[in-house]
């Protein structure tokens, strides 16, 4: 059957798409892609002239384009590939078209979500599961107003001698190791670089806020703005990582959100604020005092309980787990507290009508659609059985006793299995493919012997 008798975009995506095109008439190419499992797009490149045809769902991808290994590789043993006949979805426009600035020749971008052939969502595609939970905390009478955090390397092109990467630095940080936090300097060093990713997210309709330098010589950190759609706040967080990496191609220059690139040096974070908001728009963590209200600790509760369940979506690499050290600022256990750092959930000081809680696990390197999924079904949990959450924590979160967070990957995949939680909120099929897709990631890393095995081990023992 034709898909472009079945879908008709939605007037306003429609109207904001066509003006683009009015707009840009020596337009040359226009990428259609999605968002994959691991959070990598995928996609083609068509020639302009298909933009009509594009938003009326004429691009058709395998449906298993979106359950790709990391490698992109297919999963082996997967419903969607030989025991379907790897058969197509088609790609429906979720934005409207816009300008991919970093380009040589002029190039528009589609983002688009994998649908089964009949236009009915896919379960293989992450959105359709953060979709999901969305909707079961509408039913009870909430919106999650989110933002996020995302923590990345500005790396040179060309690497060291042992051909590891090479942050860019305005500092000499291998005579005298630096942080350069909140250096100024190192944001004027690349202020070139920073002024294309500030236009490019304009052009984007991307919220970026503010720039900050991080913890580490060339790392930094660009904060979203909130809103209170979920699904768009992970649309633009992917969004804003391909346009960081894009934009720095174009200057000579890679972006890496790889939890930890560098063993002695921070590690790259995407920290989440979120505060539920009821059907009259009112902050219902907001009671007027400095502590929150009940539905705060509920929410906190929920979160800490669930957390450990989440891990497979918050850590989701092997490199993910090496973050997580005692006094880096990534958490190592479960706990909360009020304006406290070191805590798994920090409540940022701030006027009671902002009242929010910052969730501080996940990495820079996660699928977003995943994360925020991961949260709101543990807020939806502590909701629905009204759970409170230990005492806040003040001081060093690191020296209190209380369950630590899964620091494996084999243990993290094995309690996602078996958590009843994602049974009920997610799609069980999506929840099988997942592992699937995870289990064949870990066993083609564990397979590897690597480098400092051999130095250590290959002459010596």
Not at 225 to 242: M, N, W
Not at 379 to 391: D, K, Q
């Amino acid at each position: 059957m034709s898909s472009e008798k079945e879908y008709s975009a939605p007037p306003e995506l429609l109207e904001q798409s066509r003006e683009f095109l009015r707009k840009h008439p020596d337009l040359k190419w226009i990428e259609g892609f999605m968002f994959d499992i691991n959070g990598i797009p995928r996609g083609k490149w068509l020639p302009a002239d298909s933009a009509e045809k594009l938003l009326k769902g004429s691009l058709q991808m395998p449906r298993s384009a979106v359950s790709l290994d990391v490698w992109g590789r297919d999963i082996e043993n997967s419903p969607l590939v030989f025991a379907s006949g790897d058969s197509d979805g088609i790609c429906l426009p979720v934005s409207p078209i816009c300008r991919a600035g970093w380009h040589r020749e002029e190039t528009a971008q589609l983002h688009m979500q994998l649908h089964e052939a009949d236009g009915s969502p896919l379960y293989a595609d992450p959105r359709t599961q953060l979709q999901r939970v969305v909707a079961r905390l509408k039913e009870l009478g909430y919106t999650a107003v989110c933002a996020t955090e995302l923590e990345f390397y500005l790396l040179r092109e060309e690497v060291d001698h042992l051909e590891r990467p090479r942050p860019v630095s305005d500092n000499d940080a291998e005579l005298v190791p630096s942080t350069d936090v909140y250096d100024l300097s190192e944001l004027d060093a690349q202020r070139h670089f920073f002024a294309d990713v500030r236009a490019a997210c304009e052009e984007q309709g991307i919220p970026a806020d503010s720039v900050l330098s991080e913890c580490a010589p060339g790392q930094f950190e660009i904060n979203l703005l909130h809103s209170a759609d979920p699904v768009a706040v992970a649309d633009q967080t992917l969004l804003f990582k391909r346009l960081l990496k894009g934009v720095a191609r174009s200057h000579g220059l890679r972006v890496s959100t790889m939890a930890k690139p560098f063993g002695d040096q921070a590690g790259n974070g995407m920290h989440v604020h979120m505060s539920l908001i009821d059907d009259s728009g009112k902050n219902v963590f907001d009671n007027g005092t400095d502590e929150g209200s009940e539905l705060l600790r509920h929410a906190a509760a929920g979160m800490l309980a669930t957390a450990n369940d989440a891990m497979a979506f918050f850590a989701p690499h092997s490199n993910s787990y090496r973050r997580f050290q005692e006094s880096s600022h990534a958490p190592l256990n479960l706990c909360w507290g009020y304006d406290n750092r070191t805590t798994t959930l920090r409540v940022p000081a701030s006027d009671p009508a902002a009242r929010r809680i910052e969730h501080r696990i996940a990495g820079a390197d996660v699928n977003p659609y995943l994360v925020l999924a991961a949260i709101l079904a543990g807020v939806c949990h502590g909701l629905e059985n009204r759970l409170e959450p230990p005492a806040p924590v003040e001081g060093d979160a690191y020296q209190v006793e209380s369950e630590q967070l899964i620091n494996t990957w084999g243990a993290a995949l094995q309690r996602f299995e078996q958590s009843e939680l994602w049974q009920s909120y997610l799609d069980p099929r999506f929840v099988e493919l997942f592992l699937l897709l995870k289990r064949q990631e870990l066993a083609e890393i564990g397979a590897r012997v690597t480098d400092v095995e051999y130095q250590s081990y290959l002459h010596r023992v």
